[in-house]
């Protein structure tokens, strides 16, 4: 097969970042997918219906005239959170989603939960009003081991949370353990999980074997081969439970090449073309217009999009190395392998 056409797909999990880091991020996003969920972390993060509607403007305003690309809101959670601007903000269309950050689990999440009892009154009002919640699945605890934390999160919160509150709709994000791709295939129409571009191809060996990559850095970190060949099972077997979150997060170089360097792999440019090649590879290239394009409207309870992309096998593809912003340079997730898939 040299050739496939699939509906255009959408991204489940997405930081654009705001300023001159938007104006140079959005266009990445815009040229391939129809819509994303949006990442609400910013500095200061976005909590309120109000903020994401002005946040959202700011996207808007930093895409190319032509383009019909949908940016889809999330809240931030935190324990001060009012569950009234939550549900009046997702039935006025404003707000798809909240986001469930553990405070310091990962990049700018210092406002996030810290004593999930304060944030019950609003998980309930959720659950009541349909709203999804999505999940950084990771404890924060100093003696659970960075590789071990999101196997912690389902067995002591993620788990207990989802019984405390019947009819919760949970999006796991970005998965990274065969435990989360089990217990995400196993849990009912009410549980999806995104898994990432990158955490399909790189295991914990790309990071640290040969010298440190700082741009293959990304938390949840990725984990063991075995993990990494359990999330591509899950991708590409089918199941509608598991969908694309691309959980492309731009740094700009001098912040990602530091003595602290930060997480995330930059992967919007060349997303499509890395996902046809693991598809390809595991003789399911038929399955990738579910994972990349259907799974995750139907979990949202959003209509897949009509217009339809194709993409063509050929040449190796020849992408940017980096992307030039107002904020510096920023790396594009280089998979290690030739890319031979382009979007024509």
Known sequence: MTR????????????????????????????????????????????????????RERILAALPGDTAFRPLMTLYLTEATDPADVVR????????AVKLYPAGATTNSASG??????????????????VPLCVHGEVVTPEVDIFDREAVFIDRILDPLRRATPGLRVVMEHITTRDGADYAMSGG???GATITTHHLVINRNHILVGGIKPHYYCLPVAKREEHRRALVAAATGG????????????????????????????????????????????????RLEAFASLNGPAFYRLPANEERITLEKGAPVDYPAKIETGEGPVTVFDPGFPLHWRVV
Not at 89 to 96: E, F, I, K, Y
Not at 243 to 269: I, R
């Open 4 to 55: 496939i056409t699939l509906r255009r797909p959408d991204d489940w999990h997405l930081h654009l970042r705001d300023g001159a880091m938007l104006k140079a991020m959005a266009p990445e996003t815009a040229r391939h997918f129809a819509r994303a969920i949006i990442m609400p972390n910013l500095v200061p993060p976005v909590v309120t219906g109000d903020q994401a509607a002005a946040y």
């Open 113 to 130: 939960v810290r004593d999930f009892d304060k944030v019950r009154p609003v998980l309930d009002a959720m659950a009541e009003a349909g």
């Open 189 to 191: 129409p009410d549980l």
């Open 239 to 286: 199941s509608g439970a598991v969908f694309l979150g691309t959980d492309s997060a731009p740094h700009s170089d001098p912040n990602k090449e530091s003595a602290c360097g930060c997480a995330g792999c930059f992967t919007a440019t060349n997303t499509l073309s890395i996902l046809a090649e693991v598809f390809e590879r595991e003789g399911a290239l038929d």
């Open 89 to 96: 903000a997702h039935a006025d269309g404003l707000v798809t």
